[in-house]
């Protein structure tokens, strides 16, 4: 009677892959492997050998290991979707350190176009805190009323400028007066060009940045790692 109820646990035990000695009484034992010696039949598991006669088995079945159970996969539709960045002033700095340039700059040029105002529009068209130009924007493949975007397109069309003209006489001063007014203006007048409101535009944005520097530290563009001269030369 103990051998039987120990044949009934050893069945009941979720082994893997196993030889199954189906009993006459209908008891099925799992085994590692089952071996016939002369009238006998030997049963080894994990932990025990088992001697059985071979008239109380009606017959020997193999099972194999089941197959891994489904990998989970995460749904999608229940991750949320990373939340973008919206304010203006880290999207400023953000951007201007993606495309090497001193955030410093990147600030007064935004403030000195826009305060920061994303719904901004200009007289001319402008859009935005960088004031893009829709044929601009169209040119950087930006949407000019999609705050990150137009960020990014006024950043990489400041950092083309200074790098256009990086060679010559005051290029900071140029860069900013091509941004105001087109780099027509600035190759027609061989500098900045004589429009009030673009020169006032160029010392706004050069004051505004020495407010940034020395509130901070007297560090130049140049110690900053930038590519570009320190504004006003």
Do not use: C
């Not at 039949?41 to 059985?52: P, V």
């Not at 990998?71 to 979707?81: F, N, W």
């Not at 935005?128 to 130009?133: E, S, Y």
Request: aromatic share 6%.
């Amino acid at each position: 009677m103990k051998r039987f109820v120990l044949f009934l646990a050893l069945a009941a035990l979720p082994l893997a892959a196993a030889d199954i000695a189906v009993l006459h009484t209908g008891a099925r034992i799992r085994a590692q492997r089952i071996e016939k010696l002369d009238d006998r039949y030997i049963l080894t598991t994990a932990d025990s050998r088992i001697e059985l006669k071979a008239d109380l088995i009606a017959d020997l079945e193999h099972e194999d290991d089941p197959p891994p159970p489904p990998a989970v996969v995460a749904d999608k539709s229940l991750t949320p979707p990373p939340i973008k960045e919206t304010d203006p002033r880290k999207l400023v700095t953000e951007a201007a350190i993606k495309y090497g340039l001193p955030p410093a700059i990147v600030h007064a040029l935004a403030m000195t176009e826009s305060a920061y105002q994303t719904n901004a529009v200009s007289r001319a068209g402008a859009i935005g805190v960088m004031q893009l130009m829709p044929g601009t924007a169209q040119s950087f493949n930006a949407d000019p009323r999609d705050v990150e975007q137009n960020i990014d397109a006024g950043t990489r069309l400041l950092r083309e400028l200074l790098l256009k003209y990086e060679n010559d006489p005051n290029p900071v001063r140029r860069a900013l007066a091509a941004y105001n007014a087109g780099s027509g203006a600035v190759a027609r007048y061989n500098g900045v060009p004589p429009y009030r409101e673009t020169q006032a535009y160029v010392e706004k944005v050069i004051e505004r940045y020495w407010k940034q520097v020395n509130a901070a530290q007297p560090v130049s563009l140049a110690a900053q790692g930038s590519a570009v001269q320190t504004p006003g030369q």
